[in-house]
């Protein structure tokens, strides 16, 4: 059932909920705004809820595979049979981003993340991987602005922290390193010290 047939079926038989209502409490009179607003909520809750048991794509589960264990070229091939299916997947694009980048084809990479990245922006990974990209070729004021991104969805990756803290010392900004150093320290990460070293490197301690 398509989006729009979906929304007509959940519309209808909200009305017929509240005609019911009505007609065997016909003192209970809903104002306009709220029995619409009544209806979107019925609507929204419904599609909160899973309609069909999705299962995971097995070409994606395959690409994710082979990308962990460095066969970038094998999840690349699988990429492009499930595209096929599924063009606007921003997972699977994600994905191809992430063998390109393994691949060491940093442009390509970059047009796959941002293709993700335009189907569904909330995905901390894709935007994590367009910064690595973006740093590769030197573009570290989109680079910083991409880790940003991961940071803020995922205020827990450490090495997105201190892939950020990284990116500011190269461009220059020490207080903005500062910050991912901090949220580093907060969390206890090994590698906190690790990025004070870069902005300070006096603090390195000589065993």
């Not at 981003?97 to 995905?123: D, F, H, M, P, T």
């Not at 020490?174 to 870069?198: C, D, F, I, T, V």
Request: proline share 4%.
């Amino acid at each position: 059932m398509s989006f729009r047939a979906m929304k007509g079926v959940i519309l209808r038989r909200s009305r017929r909920i509240f005609h019911f209502i009505q007609i065997n409490n016909p003192k209970w009179k809903i104002p306009r705004f709220t029995r619409n607003d009544m209806i979107i909520s019925f609507f929204l809750l419904l599609l909160s809820q899973p309609l069909f048991a999705q299962t995971p794509d097995p070409y994606l589960q395959q690409a994710q595979e082979f990308n962990q264990a460095g066969k970038y070229d094998k999840a690349i091939d699988i990429l492009f049979q499930a595209l096929k299916n599924q063009p606007m997947d921003a997972a699977i694009h994600a994905e191809l981003g992430k063998a390109y980048y393994g691949r060491e084809l940093y442009q390509v990479a970059q047009e796959a993340l941002l293709k993700s990245l335009s189907i569904n922006a909330n995905q901390w990974e894709a935007h994590l991987y367009l910064g690595r990209t973006y740093a590769k070729r030197k573009m570290l004021e989109l680079a910083a602005s991409e880790y940003e991104q991961t940071t803020s969805q995922n205020k827990q990756s450490e090495v997105a922290h201190f892939e950020a803290g990284r990116v500011y010392v190269q461009i220059g900004d020490l207080g903005k390193a500062k910050k991912h150093y901090s949220a580093l320290e907060k969390m206890q990460s090994p590698r906190a010290p690790e990025l004070m070293g870069l902005i300070d490197p006096s603090s390195i301690v000589v065993q």
